[in-house]
């Protein structure tokens, strides 16, 4: 079975430049996350897809991301204009949705993402 | 305040010891409590999972839940060098809607 697929695995850009990411989850899988992981702490969940609907993007700062998960499928992840303490690695992971929960959720290697 | 607090270490220990590693939390929904191991430059993988209170035990790895203090343990017997990672707790409430991840504890086991 195939894992998450993320891509660029590194991406350096100068602030106030923009960036994507594309994540590609385990084939069947309905729910897609994004976290933000900065260096020394945990996942933090950026937004979170149900197929192609929004489940929770409370966290996601909204006046510079944006996510979309079109045909609930594949997704991208963008930011515009970066700033430096977006320096972070952006994790993608996918699970699957039974009636009562998600199951477990696999993650992607991640994209590391530095500003300067 | 966090909803998972975790103390991120560094722990170090020497080979063949017992770890014991710890989460806090404090939203009473949280029903599925999880142990993720993460190396160096990649990503969480998923090591324990437990429903409500308990113990499970996996080959070196035992994780507990007292729900009545929301505390979670994980603990590795017989530690090896190959379990240096950074630990991360997460969980969930009835629904699975959102995972929570902990701050993460990074441990070295020395040969």
């Known amino acids: 079975e195939a894992g998450v697929a993320q891509s660029p695995r590194y991406k350096i850009i100068e602030k106030r430049q923009s960036v994507a990411f594309w994540c590609n989850p385990i084939?069947?899988?309905?729910?897609l996350y994004w976290y933000q992981q900065i260096l020394g702490q945990g996942p933090k969940l950026l937004i979170q897809f149900q197929n192609n609907g929004v489940v929770d993007d409370s966290q996601l700062p909204k006046d510079r991301f944006s996510a979309e998960r079109l045909k609930g499928v594949d997704s991208t992840l963008k930011i515009q204009p970066a700033k430096l303490e977006d320096s972070a690695v952006y994790l993608c992971?996918?699970?699957?949705?039974?009636?009562?929960?998600?199951?477990?959720?696999?993650f992607g290697q991640g994209t590391r993402l530095t500003v300067v | 305040q966090k909803e998972v607090e975790q103390d991120p270490g560094p722990l170090s220990v020497p080979e063949g010891a017992i770890v014991s590693l710890n989460c806090t939390y404090s939203?009473?929904?949280?029903?599925?409590f999880m142990w993720y191991r993460q190396y160096s430059r990649k990503g969480p993988e998923l090591l324990m999972y437990t429903y409500s209170s308990g113990n499970k035990e996996d080959g070196r790895f035992t994780a507990q839940v007292d729900k009545s203090s929301k505390y979670i343990s994980l603990f590795i017997r017989d530690s090896q060098p190959s379990d240096s990672a950074t630990y991360l707790c997460a969980m969930s409430d009835q629904g699975a809607q959102k995972l929570v991840f902990g701050q993460g504890t990074r441990l070295t086991i020395n040969p």
């Open positions: 992971a996918s699970s699957q949705r039974t009636l009562l929960m998600n199951t477990e959720a696999f």
């Open positions: 084939s069947g899988h309905a729910t």
């Open positions: 939203n009473s929904a949280f029903q599925y």
